[in-house]
């Protein structure tokens, strides 16, 4: 994917890799890249047989949109986001080119918004945040798959 191109445009799927790229510049895009995770967790189930269940399908969508909505509003430029698959997991990565890290904030119900972070990392599995050399790399990594007894997947029930 390249800057400036939308992503309905593209054909990424035709061949499934186990990782995806595109590249993401304006605030219209945050939708596009919400469809560019649906669309390879659909090809992982399609293509490869792998399991994807429904919970994972909406947690994945809405922690895409989360890092990229943030990268588009505290980052100047372009944000990259890579879907990896990896050991039943799928690791979420947003590069943008800002070199603040992302503070999660203590749980407040009476704060309105900025609580997308307390959102991803009670959905993923790991959160990790790298400072590059050129801005930050923020990675989290999701299960695909729920405990056949219904748990949600990576969590259990005391």
């Known amino acids: ?6 992503y309905e445009d593209r054909h990424l799927f035709t061949e499934l890799a186990v990782s995806v790229s595109a590249a993401f510049e304006g605030s219209e895009d945050i939708a596009d890249s919400r469809a560019m995770s649906r669309d390879f967790l659909h090809a992982l ?3 490869h047989g792998l399991p994807v ?3 994972a399908m909406g947690a994945v969508q809405l922690v895409v949109s989360e890092l990229v909505t943030n990268a588009r509003k505290y980052a100047p430029g372009p944000c990259l986001l890579t879907l990896e ?3 039943g997991c799928v690791d979420v990565t947003v590069w943008d080119s800002s070199t603040a890290v992302p503070l999660l904030m203590a749980p407040d119900p ?3 918004g900025q609580h997308g972070l ?4 009670a959905l993923c599995r790991g959160f990790e945040v790298h400072r590059e050399p050129v801005g ?3 990675k989290v990594t999701l299960v695909l798959a729920d405990d056949p007894g ?8 005391l």
């Open 1 to 6: 994917m390249y800057v400036g191109e939308r």
């Open 45 to 47: 189930q399609r293509v």
């Open 53 to 55: 269940s429904e919970r």
């Open 85 to 87: 698959l990896r050991e």
């Open 110 to 112: 009476e704060r309105v």
């Open 118 to 121: 307390e959102i991803v990392t």
């Open 136 to 138: 930050k790399r923020v």
């Open 150 to 157: 219904g748990d949600p997947a990576g969590r259990q029930t």
